[in-house]
């Protein structure tokens, strides 16, 4: 009980930001921090004085563009463009006490219509010609393999779709409100990397009342979830043809958490079609036929003193894990098992 109820009350720690940042020069001048690479050509590391690192994790330099910026740009002065994701790893066995998400996504660069998101194009700010989609942090060392990785990447494609409602508790008189970037009180195929019901759980009770099985709101338990049909859709992995009809219940007003199911009154819900999906977002450009289905991510751990062999070895391993294209035999989904096999990671620096 207490597990579901901090899933459906905790301020969202999984977060997509997109927002144009002030420009800086890119250099070609000699790099400003010490980078390494372990051996097997996987994942870097990037050496930060212990005041700047402190300054990094404290005062969440990721997400200040004065900060993360010209670090960005320096990663450039090292690395090729040949990157889709750069994913900032801290050298932290959990989340840091001053931080408050566990990761979080800044968009770059989208060219894709149809999923309810804009147009854009930052990556000159970073120092890309145009290659760089998105960066991301995530704030343990191991959170590659355990999550959210999976959610922090299906962010450059959803939630721009759908205005989705929740709730921050449980209650008999609660107002829902608009839940962003997440999928809220919305079905799917499967519970959603951004969270959201599975719609086969279902049961109808009468007068606007309604029975599912537990679920988050934004989140569904890190990389133990495969993508769901409308996320999937959304990537350019699959035609909206093989997206199942769901609904999303919108003005909550009451919510109880049992064992396993919530029980919830919603005054409107709306049932999407495959057909209804596109009429609302406009076909999907690039189509599943040509849309990139292959990425390129380079994987860099921010740190304040060198990695240990066990630090690299044990980061080296996600890394080789999540860009597998094969079952990996472990309750967990890399990036090729959550799509279905439909896409994959190219992990190198």
């Not at 993360?68 to 990663?75: A, I």
């Not at 840091?96 to 770059?108: A, D, F, H, R, S």
């Not at 133990?224 to 699959?238: F, K, V």
């Not at 076909?283 to 849309?291: F, G």
Request: one cysteine or more.
């Amino acid at each position: 009980m207490k597990r579901l109820l901090r899933q459906l009350i905790i301020l969202p720690l999984l977060i997509w930001v997109a927002c144009e940042d002030e420009k800086l020069s890119n250099s070609d001048d000699d790099t400003i921090y010490e980078y390494e690479s372990h051996s097997n050509n996987r994942v870097s590391s990037l050496l930060m004085s212990e005041s700047d690192y402190s300054d990094w994790v404290n005062n969440d330099g990721f997400s200040d563009g004065s900060t993360r910026l010209p670090l960005v740009q320096d990663v450039y002065n090292k690395f090729s463009d040949k990157y889709d994701f750069i994913f900032f790893v801290l050298n932290e066995p959990t989340i840091p006490e001053n931080l408050y998400y566990y990761g979080k996504l800044i968009g770059v660069s989208n060219d894709v219509q149809g999923i309810g998101k804009s147009v854009y194009d930052y990556t000159s700010d970073y120092g890309s010609s145009g290659k760089l989609k998105a960066i991301m942090q995530l704030t343990g060392l191991e959170y590659l393999k355990y999550g959210p990785a999976l959610h922090e990447i299906a962010h450059q494609w959803a939630n721009f779709a759908l205005s989705t409602h929740s709730v921050d508790a449980p209650g008999s008189n609660i107002t829902s409100y608009p839940y962003g970037s997440h999928w809220g009180f919305t079905g799917g195929s499967t519970k959603g990397q951004l969270g959201g019901f599975k719609q086969s759980s279902l049961i109808e009770n009468g007068d606007n009342s309604y029975t599912v099985e537990e679920f988050g709101p934004f989140a569904n338990g890190g990389n133990g979830i495969p993508y769901n049909e409308l996320e999937l859709y959304l990537m350019g992995m699959i035609p909206a043809s093989s997206v199942s009809n769901f609904d999303m219940f919108t003005d909550i007003t009451s919510l109880a958490i049992n064992a396993s199911t919530f029980d919830f009154t919603a005054s409107t819900r709306t049932t999407y079609t495959s057909e209804s999906l596109v009429d609302l977002l406009g076909e999907r450009v690039p189509s599943v036929d040509d849309s990139q289905k292959d990425f390129k991510l380079l994987v860099i751990v921010i740190t304040d003193s060198p990695l240990s062999d066990d630090e690299w070895n044990r980061v080296d391993a996600t890394a080789e894990w999540f860009s597998k294209t094969e079952d990996d035999g472990t309750i967990l989904y890399n990036f090729w098992e959550a799509t279905n096999g439909a896409g994959s990671i190219t992990i190198e620096n």
